[in-house]
């Protein structure tokens, strides 16, 4: 069982680590060859740095444990919203109200009820992929089109230049790229490996569920990331688009990660989802609303009440 615990966590930092690498190769790469920094903020930095949460899904479903990867993503929403913004914000306020991400709150919200509709059949198969697919690429469109159009109005929130993107490095010879290219596409199917075979592992010796063990400890696992970007920004006062971020990861692990899982093969749905999870999934992204459209920011009471909650819902969950 040590063994299982170390490997799962040797797994986890590889995913990180490759995840991260792939993003600094990607962006480099496709800046190098003359893509727009805001076209590559809105499509490779987001696949970049789900590729973990999406590499997980696909070997679970391939290792017919569709209850880890349905849990990964399910939880990780969960974990991004309660945790992701109520830790930081125990630290430093974040000034989520500077921001207009009504529109993208709305898609969010829009996805989470198209997820739910198609959990209700039961499996995540190839038709409910095609629909989840078909409406990211319409929001990432849409998303397209609105930033480019603010961005030449000079709106705050909407431009993205190239030093305003993780991992750019304008003077970053060829090879070093390629090699991050490298080290993420093998690293991360190798973390996946690590971390499924193990997490599947303990879930049988404490006698849990994948479904738990995707729910909690895969799902904060992959959600370390975004925390930590988080953490620093709140410590550096710039957390200003934290919220945005958040949203938008919620947004593509719903309709992007399972929708290409469940391409790999049929995911079925675990009834507790549908009795549960599913809802406070839901809850937790409509307790966004007030710092959306009321202009809270997320200050320290906030972060102390997203935090409870979330250690409410992993108790639940664990003693269940």
Avoid at 108 to 113: K, S, V
Avoid at 116 to 143: E, P
Avoid at 250 to 278: Q, S, T, W, Y
Avoid at 285 to 306: C, E, H, K, T
Wanted: net charge negative.
């Amino acid at each position: 069982m040590i063994a299982a615990w170390l490997l799962s966590g040797l797994g986890l930092l590889i995913l990180l680590l490759a995840g991260d690498a792939l993003v600094k190769g990607a962006v480099n790469l496709s800046l190098r060859i003359g893509i727009p920094a805001l076209i590559v903020s809105l499509t490779i930095v987001a696949f970049g740095t789900s590729a973990p949460e999406l590499l997980i899904s696909i070997k679970a479903v391939l290792d017919n444990v569709p209850g880890l990867a349905l849990g990964n993503v399910v939880g990780s929403n969960t974990a991004n919203i309660l945790l992701v913004l109520g830790i930081p914000a125990l630290l430093a306020a974040m000034h989520t109200s500077e921001c207009n991400t009504r529109k993208s709150f709305a898609h969010m919200i829009a996805a989470t009820l198209l997820f739910i509709a198609l959990a209700y059949r039961g499996v995540f198969d190839w038709i409910a992929s095609l629909v989840m697919l078909t409406v990211l690429a319409a929001i990432l469109f849409d998303a397209g089109r609105d930033a480019m159009s603010h961005k030449k109005e000079g709106a705050a929130c909407a431009a993205v230049d190239e030093d305003e993107l993780e991992g750019v490095d304008p003077d970053m010879p060829g090879w070093k790229i390629g090699m991050f290219l490298v080290l993420g596409l093998i690293g991360l199917p190798l973390g996946a490996t690590l971390l499924v075979d193990n997490a599947t592992i303990i879930a049988k010796e404490f006698g849990v569920s994948d479904t738990v063990i995707g729910l909690t400890l895969v799902a904060i696992g992959t959600s370390l990331p975004e925390l930590a970007t988080t953490v620093m920004a709140a410590l550096r006062r710039q957390a200003d688009v934290a919220l945005g971020n958040v949203i938008g990861s919620n947004l593509f692990n719903l309709l992007g990660i399972i929708g290409v899982a469940g391409l790999v093969g049929p995911i079925a749905v675990d009834p507790e989802f549908l009795r549960f999870d599913l809802w406070v999934m839901l809850a937790a992204s409509l307790a966004l609303i007030p710092f959306v459209y009321f202009g809270q920011n997320i200050n320290r009471f906030w972060g102390i009440a997203l935090t409870a909650l979330y250690a409410t819902y992993l108790f639940v969950v664990l003693a269940g």
